[in-house]
């Protein structure tokens, strides 16, 4: 069915002493156009200083705005939140949300904000608080990189492929606003009989106690239609799935009642464009060859709140461009690593309890590019994080702890970006080695046996305002020809104290912000 005669767009709000130098101007204008292919229509984004006529009054154009554009997309920056009219413009969307029943809200976190990061900090600002709950595009890069960099230009492009995602599941008719919806769904009284599907989305039950539509899940995947909801049982099931096509998967009951457990085969192998699995156990329990407990071959699946293991190699594999979004899970022995991603996956990965995996805890390579945020990753029996093979990724507010090797390693080109993270309790902090590179800037490394920051064998990263303390060797310890850029670290209280370099190594340190 064809959309109604209906132009989606976009409302930016943003602080305007964060645009002095044009770059959001430029964003707005570049994110535009790129949404414009992927969703195949126009797709304006109103900036009030251009899309505001002289003599108008400002307040009102934005009220008209916010009533007829789909998105709003508020620029997060320190100033946004001092700013009256942008909080106010916040607000307004917000409850136009809730009138609503839809999520439209993007926000776009340009400039690192204090308040956003500090849960102490936000606990008492509202409105600080509703923008750390929502998924938001990460674009720190965007103000230090060149806009047409590769970096940015997948970041627009994941930026516009959110947007066309959400536009799909809109209906194809204009909703009143003035409507109050009941719940957080908009119900299907609210949508026109002209925009209702002709089939609508079933629920299909599994019991293994044939109480259901089906006995087992891969008869449900076959048996469904595209957009179709599986609702499994508890049970022991023995099989793989094979998702083909998009659709939704959830346990009902409790987690650990409900598994599927398979030999041979992948607990899930999902290679369809969309797709939710959600509170399931997936126990991968051994066969020839790499066998994951879940392998996301291409598209975009959520997983969440599933236990999920294997004992053949990593529990989850993300690769080939899949961009996957993995939330509150529990990663668990995998005899390779916990979650591995290669070949341009991509993904963002939060929230998860990623525990005692036999190689890595977290593995990057060939241009594997995820965002890591505020995981727990512990008790591994090796690495805690590996970035390697040119591996990248952004790796942020994590909980780094009780590794038996490094917290971190860097080597053979990788070139991540590590910031706001908790690193201790491992055998080494951060391992940069065999020329990996990186940005490592405001984190906390503390306590770990040998060196907080291990530099060596041509790695050159970039170590910035950490503080670096109670190591058990040097704070940070650069040797055989090791590299890099040192700027402005706390480095107290490391038993060889602060910085320990070898006469072979000739990185650039700037002493005036070290405290020894």
Known sequence: MERMDRTPGAFMSYAHVDDDDGRLTEFRNKLSAQTRKVVGEEFPIFQ???DIKWGQEWEARIDESLAEVTFFIPIITPSFFRSKFCRDELTR???????????????????????????????????????ASRQYADC????????????????????????????????????DPSVTASSETITAQQIPNSSRP???????????MHRGDCTTVSEAIEAANPGDKILVRPGLYHEGLVIDKPMEIIGEGE???IVIQATGEHAILF??????????????????GELYGVDIAQGRLTLEDCDISSHCAACVAIHDGADPRLRRNKIHNGN????YVFNNGQGIIEENDILENAFAGFSIEVGGNPTLRKNLIHDGKGIGINVYNNGRGIIEENDIFRNDDSGVEIRTGGNPILRHNKINGNIRGVKVSSNGQGLIQD???????????????????????????????????????????????DLRGSEYGALDISDDSKPNVERSGNLE
């Not at 409850?95 to 439209?104: I, S």
């Not at 390779?336 to 979650?339: A, E, F, L, Q």
């Open 48 to 50: 009030d200083h251009e």
């Open 93 to 131: 969307f917000l409850e136009r949300e809730e009138r609503l029943g839809l999520k439209l809200i993007l926000p776009v976190y340009y400039i690192e904000t204090p308040l956003i990061r500090d849960e102490s900090r936000r606990s008492s600002d509202e409105l600080a608080q509703k923008i």
């Open 140 to 175: 720190r890069d965007l103000f230090i990189e060149d806009l047409d960099s590769p970096r940015i230009r997948r970041l627009m492009f994941d930026l516009a492929t959110q947007i066309c995602d959400t536009l799909e599941g809109l209906p194809l008719e204009p909703i």
């Open 198 to 208: 002709k089939t609508p989305n079933r629920d299909i039950v599994v019991d293994p």
């Open 255 to 257: 987690r650990d009642e």
């Open 271 to 288: 290679k369809t464009t969309i797709g939710r699995a959600a509170n399931l156990t997936l126990r991968q329990m051994g066969g020839e």
């Open 336 to 339: 390779k690593s916990g979650v």
């Open 443 to 489: 984190n906390n490394i503390f306590e770990n046996t040998y060196a907080g920051v291990d530099i060596q064998s041509g790695g050159n990263p970039t170590v910035r305002r950490n503080r670096i303390n109670k190591n058990g060797l040097s704070a940070i310890w650069i040797y055989n020809n090791g590299s890099g850029v040192i700027q402005n670290n």
